[in-house]
């Protein structure tokens, strides 16, 4: 009971002072439990003091290269979150990543249905065109077949006169 509650007095005066240092440099977030300083019954109080000094100012370090990053916002929530730098940047970063290549994805999705209906639309006016074009289907057996080719085939006429006259008026 002795040494626990001297323990306990002894955290209670460091977590204190962690609390007071950290206001000192305008830190409101952090909480003496996440800092992982043990307290243990030969910690001396400077010894304590110490570490805690160590920690914020390490946290401040951090929040300034945070300051620098392009979503320092949401890094700054991931680094509440873990008190790592290094994951809360690269989680950014990650997520920023599959944000864009996601939006790419459905851009180049939009962009390929559009092409789709462009092509259908083609093809649906190439096809109108074509049966435009066609020749008649053969319904009875008094109708000619339709040649083979695509161009349709014109009906051949035959027909004779005489003319009389000069060469020369012929010519003309």
């Known amino acids: 009971e002795v040494e626990n509650a ?11 002072y962690f609390d007071e240092y950290a206001a000192s440099k305008g830190i409101d977030f952090l909480e003496f439990d996440r800092t992982g300083i043990k307290v243990q019954l030969s910690s001396t109080m400077k010894s304590l003091k110490t570490a ?4 914020v ?32 940047i690269t989680l950014v970063t990650r997520r ?38 066609a020749p008649p289907k053969v319904n009875g057996p008094d109708q000619e077949l339709p040649s083979v080719d695509n161009e349709p085939e014109e009906k051949m006429y035959s027909t004779t006169f005489t003319v009389r006259g000069t060469l020369e008026a012929l010519k003309a």
């Open 52 to 55: 805690a000094s160590n920690f």
């Open 57 to 88: 100012d390490r946290v401040v370090e951090e929040l300034a290269l945070i300051d620098t990053q392009e979503h320092k916002e949401e890094v700054l929530v991931e680094y509440k979150k873990s008190l790592n730098v290094a994951n809360a």
């Open 6 to 16: 001297v323990k306990d007095e002894k955290r209670k005066e460091a977590a204190a």
């Open 96 to 133: 920023h990543e599959a944000v864009e290549a996601e939006r790419k994805r459905i851009e180049a999705a939009r962009i390929a249905r559009q092409q789709r209906k462009v092509a259908a639309l083609t093809v649906e006016k190439v096809v109108a065109e074509e049966a435009i074009i």
